[in-house]
């Protein structure tokens, strides 16, 4: 049953969905834009549900440009239909040569990214069916430092009707490397990966999802400063002159606000900063309607205010912030280190999304389970060396823990599958996973004991850990360093 949904703001300009299929040599444009209101519905927040066909008055106003070059002409059909009882855009394309690209968006894309506020939630949801097989889901983020940059993520698209969920942390920019900032995102594109000449795609529902939270638990003092926008009495609070090296972060939610270097002194009895990590900190109007009161972007939770003009500093801003409202982190705070070893098929896709996990220190492709020293790549394609292709992962369990890093496992990759991985076939390719003591052999069994009760066939062997024989240098970071995407891992959701 749908929830009720509640329409909050209207956002023109918001690039709702790019559908293009890469080839060949060279790429083409048909771009159909609309204008959209946007609905929040709990924890959701709605794009667009297409629940309303074209011609009423639903604020959407679809249109459609074709490029067209001097060696072929695209022929293009969009329409709203009714699909299964859904309401949805229908888009299919006959390719006629191998020069294709689809868009699906709004005209007029805002400038300003904050305008869009999709802090504080954890990814990007749609609900679709179509031509099957794997796609890619993009991201645009408008930064003042970096520009504008490309993100993107692979997904599975089936002829059927489902809900597809990536996590913002699974995105790789394009062309470097960088770590997606959610807050800055302005613009939401996808692409089909496959090359075929008719693509056809249903489109029900586009948002952005949170996942359900544990926040930290508050004190009746943090309580009422936090949630219920109060303020500690002056030169009261711990962080008032306190000037250690480290991170200022979100007592209700960790995430983090400020840098120390940004601390100042400002006699007012309250910690001030003059810059906020980019996109921690929202600004609104106070309730007093005079004051601008900040709040940490992903929780909401109250921290001060912030005042303009007063020359303290060269930034000439100074963020008042309660110290009840924030936690610390020390700069010479010791890393925790713990290992694990994965297989899940083409080691390449394993790492790809292991590297993309909070609390993953550095990531190791190579060889294990095996009965050969020191195998070379071409020993462990002839299927006769007993390895697996696997990925040594060293991570923080302060940040995430080996049954975090177990499900993302699962739910990148297909584990009801023998001895292969889409198209590569092989004991090398099998699913699975090498502990390396009693703990994480229990928290693997009891996956699988999970996905089992939940009507999965899972062939995923949990064996102990043996020697482990990192592979070739060409093979580490693949992706990175070809700026290319998985070929057969996607991410899914299952937990």
């Given at each position: 049953?749908?929830?009720?949904?509640?329409?909050?703001?209207?956002?023109?300009?918001?690039l709702?969905?790019?559908?293009?299929?890469?080839?060949?040599?060279?790429?083409?444009?048909?771009?159909?834009?609309?204008?959209?209101?946007?609905?929040?519905s709990?924890?959701?927040?709605?794009?667009?549900?297409?629940?309303?066909?074209e011609?009423?008055?639903?604020?959407?106003?679809?249109?459609?440009?074709?490029?067209?070059?001097?060696?072929y002409?695209?022929?293009?059909?969009?329409?709203?239909v009714?699909?299964?009882?859904?309401?949805?855009?229908?888009?299919?394309e006959?390719?006629?040569?191998?020069?294709?690209?689809i868009?699906?968006?709004?005209?007029?894309?805002?400038?300003?990214p904050?305008?869009?506020?999709f802090?504080?939630?954890?990814?990007?949801?749609?609900?679709?069916?179509?031509?099957?097989?794997?796609?890619?889901?993009?991201l645009?983020?408008?930064?003042?430092?970096?520009?504008?940059?490309?993100y993107?993520?692979?997904?599975?698209?089936?002829n059927?009707w489902?809900?597809?969920?990536?996590?913002?942390?699974?995105?790789?920019?394009?062309?470097?490397?960088?770590?997606?900032?959610?807050?800055?995102?302005?613009?939401?594109v996808?692409?089909?990966?496959?090359?075929?000449?008719?693509v056809?795609?249903?489109?029900?529902?586009?948002?952005f999802y949170?996942?359900?939270?544990?926040y930290?638990?508050?004190?009746?003092?943090?309580?009422k400063?936090?949630?219920?926008?109060?303020?500690?009495?002056?030169?009261?609070?711990?962080?008032?002159?306190?000037?250690?090296?480290?991170?200022?972060?979100?007592?209700?939610?960790?995430?983090?606000?400020?840098?120390?270097?940004?601390?100042?002194?400002?006699?007012?009895g309250?910690?001030?900063?003059?810059?906020?990590?980019?996109?921690?900190?929202?600004?609104?109007?106070?309730?007093?309607g005079?004051?601008?009161?900040i709040t940490?972007?992903?929780?909401?939770?109250?921290?001060?205010?912030v005042?303009?003009?007063?020359?303290?500093?060269?930034?000439?801003?100074?963020?008042?912030v309660n110290?009840?409202?924030?936690?610390?982190?020390?700069?010479?705070?010791?890393?925790?280190t713990?290992?694990?070893i994965?297989?899940?098929?083409?080691?390449?896709?394993?790492?790809?999304?292991?590297?993309?996990?909070?609390?993953?220190i550095?990531?190791t492709v190579?060889y294990?389970?095996?009965?050969?020293?020191?195998?070379?790549?071409?020993?462990?394609?002839?299927?006769?060396?007993?390895?697996?292709?696997?990925?040594?992962?060293?991570y923080?369990?302060?940040?995430?823990?080996?049954?975090?890093?177990?499900?993302?496992?699962?739910?990148?990759?297909?584990?009801?599958?023998?001895?292969?991985?889409?198209?590569?076939i092989g004991?090398?390719y099998?699913?699975?996973?090498?502990?390396?003591?009693?703990?994480?052999?229990q928290l693997?069994?009891?996956?699988?004991?999970?996905?089992?009760?939940?009507g999965?066939?899972?062939?995923?062997?949990?064996?102990?850990?043996?020697?482990?024989?990192?592979?070739?240098?060409?093979?580490?970071?693949?992706?990175d360093?070809t700026?290319?995407?998985?070929?057969?891992?996607?991410y899914?959701?299952?937990?």
């Open positions: 049953m749908k929830m009720e949904k509640e329409f909050i703001r209207r956002h023109w300009g918001l709702l969905m790019l559908f293009c299929l890469v080839a060949g040599g060279g790429l083409d444009e048909w771009l159909l834009t609309a204008k959209a209101d946007t609905i929040q709990l924890n959701n927040l709605v794009i667009d549900d297409f629940n309303r066909l011609g009423r008055k639903s604020g959407l106003i679809w249109t459609s440009i074709a490029d067209q070059t001097k060696d002409r695209r022929v293009g059909r969009k329409q709203f009714q699909n299964n009882g859904r309401s949805c855009l229908n888009i299919k006959l390719v006629p040569t191998k020069k294709n690209l868009i699906v968006g709004t005209k007029d894309a805002p400038d300003n904050s305008d869009l506020n802090a504080g939630h954890d990814g990007i949801y749609l609900r679709a069916k179509g031509t099957g097989g794997q796609w890619t889901l993009g645009w983020i408008k930064s003042k430092k970096a520009g504008t940059q490309l993107q993520a692979p997904f599975e698209l089936k059927q489902q809900e597809s969920r990536l996590p913002f942390r699974m995105f790789r920019s394009m062309p470097t490397s960088k770590t997606l900032n959610s807050r800055e995102l302005f613009r939401i996808t692409m089909p990966a496959l090359q075929q000449r008719t056809e795609i249903f489109l029900d529902e586009i948002g949170k996942e359900q939270k544990m930290k638990k508050l004190t009746p003092e943090q309580e400063i936090i949630i219920h926008k109060g303020t500690e009495r002056p030169f009261s609070g711990k962080y008032n002159n306190y000037y250690e090296k480290g991170i200022y972060t979100c007592m209700r939610c960790g995430a983090e606000l400020y840098e120390s270097s940004s601390k100042f002194k400002s006699g007012c309250w910690p001030s900063f003059d810059e906020q990590i980019e996109g921690a900190v929202k600004w609104q109007r106070d309730a007093d005079v004051r601008t009161e940490c972007n992903q929780c909401g939770g109250h921290l001060g205010h005042f303009l003009g007063e020359k303290l500093t060269p930034k000439n801003t100074r963020y008042c110290s009840l409202s924030m936690d610390f982190i020390p700069a010479k705070k010791q890393q925790q713990a290992r694990a994965f297989a899940s098929g083409c080691f390449w896709g394993t790492e790809y999304y292991f590297q993309r996990a909070p609390g993953v550095s990531t190579g294990t389970g095996g009965h050969v020293d020191n195998p070379t790549y071409k020993q462990v394609c002839t299927d006769t060396t007993g390895h697996a292709e696997a990925v040594e992962v060293l923080d369990p302060a940040i995430i823990s080996y049954e975090q890093l177990a499900k993302l496992f699962f739910e990148t990759h297909d584990f009801t599958q023998l001895n292969r991985q889409g198209p590569d004991t090398q099998r699913s699975a996973i090498f502990y390396l003591d009693n703990e994480q052999k693997a069994t009891q996956l699988i004991q999970t996905l089992n009760q939940k999965h066939n899972v062939k995923t062997q949990i064996a102990r850990a043996d020697k482990f024989w990192p592979a070739e240098e060409y093979h580490q970071d693949y992706y360093k700026k290319k995407l998985p070929y057969c891992h996607v899914r959701q299952i937990f």
